[in-house]
Nanobody, 129 residues
Framework: QVQLLESGGGLVQAGGSLRLSCAAS????????MGWFRQAPGKEREFVAA????????YSADSVMGRYTISRDDTKKTVSLQIDSLKPEDTAVYYC??????????????????????WGQGTEVTVSS
């Protein structure tokens, strides 16, 4: 049974940092691209960052570039999202998801949530001003 379990969310002041983690089980983690999405209250779910199976290809949304860093540890079957210089607009529920896509990648492979097959329950991040 596939399971993705996020952790690390919480309440933090603007300018602070958080490290979100996602523990995976039930599938061959090393074969999958992993992504992070977020959904703010009243808004649609949006892509945040993704890392391919090898760890050498990473994408981040323009809105978070330079502040968000995605990484993976295949030995621990975890994918992490380091968030620095938090802003109130980062407030959202953050989800990790798995993506079975292999090279060659097409446009939208990493950004489009339809390409992700399994999702975690999310971890909530609240940034106070």
């Amino acid at each position: 049974q596939v399971q993705l379990l996020e952790s690390g969310g919480g309440l933090v002041q603007a300018g602070g940092s958080l490290r979100l983690s996602c523990a995976a089980s039930g599938f061959t983690f090393g074969d999958y691209t992993m992504g992070w999405f977020r959904q703010a209250p009243g808004k649609e779910r949006e892509f945040v960052a993704a890392i391919n199976w090898s760890g050498y290809i990473k994408y981040s949304a323009d809105s978070v570039m330079g502040r968000y860093t995605i990484s993976r540890d295949d030995t621990k079957k975890t994918v992490s999202l380091q968030i620095d210089s938090l802003k109130p607009e980062d407030t959202a529920v953050y989800y990790c998801a798995s993506n079975p896509a292999l090279p060659p990648y097409s446009n939208g492979t990493f950004y489009n949530p339809i390409n992700y097959d399994y999702w975690g329950q999310g971890t909530e991040v609240t940034v106070s001003s």
